[in-house]
């Protein structure tokens, strides 16, 4: 037996592992499957390369708890190792990594990832265990197996033993006092759920009771019999391991319930990653319906490192927009062990980030071709996405002209060159400005919509939470182009040109009717804005102006330089038709009374028509109309 000091300059490390790695103590059982499952592929490359001279078989990994002995047990049929590799491996090198980290643990052991990173992967066991054995048996001929024990301080012990007669590894956890949780079945299936539900090696823990088919021609009263075989907790072959030409949609739709348990809807559509360089990432993104759900907090992107689950704390290595999706991105490429700050200035990353966006673009564009009808189909549930990243990232927004549609209020969808084409010959102003006419609710701009398309004018319906940012995107990126919403102005000011205007007023008589005007109403919250239209127009029209009220949207959603303003107040202009002979009619009238009455009936009509009367302003004027009609 050789007993010894493990190799390490720090006198003892064990503690450190202890208390910079607390929280994160469960990622052991990751580690040590990991650690297996590197060992039986290992041993699968010898094989086919015909350096192992051994039959590979179908290995499996064992995990085992017995509550009695209190101990934890990984097995493996992997390489194994032989005296010299423990010492060599297990003694020497994993402790130069853990020099390594003592040097860095200030800034970042806080990171989950840190462990596998610094080559402490192994020596994770000891954060719940007091004792760890480790039994093997090396693949390689005339070999003895070995038996090594460490309790935790830097003393081991390493000597031959015959009980171990077959290939592979035993790690033996001595689970210590306040880890006894790690010996409890369900929170073992937790972890193996979490971590190791797509490993590529199958994992076996405990069994399970099947029941067989009844043999042909059985008795109809017939019992069927039942097996105990092992239960394998994970899937060795996840669908994005596989190539996209060899699944089928229903193929992508299970692994997608397979990855979301509890998510019960189907995703719209899959985006199959698949790339070796000049990095190497795979993984399926899916599209979930969004509406208009900002809402990313559940089932989010998993992130994977060869098949072990890392994280689902995705942000710096995908783009935000993409955070909206779901599924998996599986890299042997990326840093995963470091902390956050230095993963977003990795090049690598960045690499990675923007191949997504254009994956993503791509994919989107591929689609609208395939089936333009299905994607105008899908375009509510995936706008979102869409708009976000065409409002995020350069790149996408590029090339965005290709797949972002823009739906009218009549329910047709124009790709921005189509809408360019259909609205330039009647939406350009006397400027030479395209003006788009959009609307964010059909039901509440109803009369506006109506008059605009009266007047043969396209009505988009633009109705995400961040469209006040998306428009101010298309406007600053696209040339000559404002959007307007419907209710923004009078029909006739909202795309202007030049047409003569016919005052049936004169001036003093127009100054009279707006300071009457002004006189009646709340001039806090309505400016009054006289205009000449035609004389069957409404004499009253409720508006808000453009800019106003985009800056108070854009602040509802947060960004673009709005915060730290201050509230936008609510602000609303009254269009007073002075053409119409509601106007000429109230000049007339002698009684100021009744004057003010007339104003204050016509502003609630303007006002009921925008949805704007409410509670006892709406109550009083139904009151006040009942009157009007008795008399
Ligand atoms: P890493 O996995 O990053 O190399 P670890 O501390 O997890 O670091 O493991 C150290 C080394 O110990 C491994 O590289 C491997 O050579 C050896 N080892 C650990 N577990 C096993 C195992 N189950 N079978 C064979 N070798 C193993
Ligand atoms: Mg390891």
Not at 182 to 209: C, Q, S
Not at 233 to 251: G, H, K, R, V, Y
Not at 591 to 609: F, G, H, P, V
Request: aromatic share 10%.
């Amino acid at each position: 037996m050789t007993k010894g000091s493990i190799n390490v300059s720090v006198e003892n490390i064990f503690p450190l592992i202890k208390k910079f790695l607390y929280s994160d103590h469960e990622i052991f059982l990751r580690e040590l499957i990991s650690n297996a499952t590197d060992a039986t592929l290992k041993l699968k490359h010898l094989t086919t390369i015909g350096e192992a001279k051994v039959e590979y078989g179908n290995p499996k990994i064992e995990v085992k708890a017995d509550k009695e002995k209190n101990t934890l047990t990984i097995i493996d049929q992997g390489i194994g190792m032989t005296a010299e590799e423990v010492e060599k491996y297990i003694n020497q090198v994993a402790f130069s990594g853990a020099e390594e980290f003592l040097e860095k643990y200030k800034d970042s052991a806080k990171d989950s990832g840190i462990i596998g990173h610094f080559g402490l992967g192994f020596y994770s066991a000891f954060m719940v265990a007091d004792k760890v054995e480790i039994i093997s048996k090396s693949y390689k001929e005339n070999t003895k197996a070995v038996h090594w024990t460490c309790d935790g301080s830097p003393q081991f012990t390493l000597e031959e033993t015959d009980t171990k007669t077959d290939r592979g590894t035993e790690i033996i956890l001595h689970i210590s006092e306040d880890s006894k949780e790690f010996l409890d079945e369900y929170r073992i299936k937790e972890l193996l759920a979490k971590y190791n539900k797509f490993m590529p090696v199958p994992i076996k823990f405990g069994t399970k009771t099947v029941t067989l088919p009844l043999p042909e021609g059985a008795a109809e009263d017939a019992k069927p019999e039942t097996e105990e075989v092992d239960n394998i907790i994970n899937n060795p072959t996840p669908a994005w391991t596989i190539a996209p030409s060899d699944l089928t949609e229903a193929d992508y739709t299970k692994f997608y319930h397979e990855l979301y348990p509890m998510q019960y809807e189907e995703p719209l559509f899959h985006i199959h990653l698949n790339v070796d360089y000049p990095f190497n990432l795979t993984g399926i993104l899916f599209f979930p319906k969004l509406g208009n759900n900002l809402n990313i907090e559940k089932d989010k992107i998993q992130l994977y490192q060869n098949q072990v689950f890392i994280t689902d704390e995705v942000k710096g290595i995908v783009p935000d927009f993409l955070m909206l999706l779901r599924g998996v991105i599986d890299s042997p490429d990326i840093p995963l062990n470091v902390s956050r700050s230095y993963l977003q200035a990795d090049g690598a990353v960045k690499k990675i980030s923007s191949y997504i966006t254009k994956k993503v673009a791509d994919k989107m564009v591929s689609l609208i071709n395939e089936n333009r009808e299905d994607y105008e189909q899908k375009w509510n549930d995936i706008k979102i996405v869409i708009e976000y990243g065409m409002i995020s990232e350069d790149k996408f927004f590029e090339k965005s002209d290709k797949f972002a549609l823009y739906p009218s209020t009549d329910g047709k969808y124009y790709l921005w060159n189509e809408l360019d084409e259909k609205i330039k010959p009647i939406q350009t102003d006397k400027d030479g400005n395209l003006i788009i006419l959009y609307a964010s609710n059909v039901d509440e701009q109803y009369s506006y919509i109506q008059t605009a398309k009266d007047k043969g004018y396209e009505v988009l319906l633009l109705d995400s939470p961040i469209v006040p940012h998306l428009i101010q995107k298309l406007e600053s990126a696209k040339e000559k182009v404002q959007f307007v919403r419907v209710d923004a102005d009078h029909v006739n000011n909202l795309i202007k040109k030049d047409e003569p205007i016919i005052s049936k007023l004169n001036d003093t008589e127009k100054e009279s009717l707006k300071k009457e005007i002004e006189e009646s109403v709340n001039n806090q919250k309505f400016t009054v804005q006289l205009e000449d239209l035609a004389s069957d127009d409404e004499p009253f029209i409720i508006t808000q102006p453009e800019f106003m009220r985009r800056m108070k949207d854009m602040q509802a959603t947060g960004g673009g330089g709005m915060f730290g303003m201050g509230n936008f107040p609510e602000m609303y202009n009254l269009v007073v038709n002075s053409n119409s002979n509601f106007a000429s009619e109230l000049l007339k009238i002698e009684n100021s009374e009744t004057k003010k009455a007339n104003i204050q009936y016509a502003l609630d009509l303007a006002k009921l028509s925008q949805n704007l009367l409410k509670g006892k302003e709406l109550t009083d004027f139904i009151q006040k109309s009942y009157q009007n009609l008795k008399k």
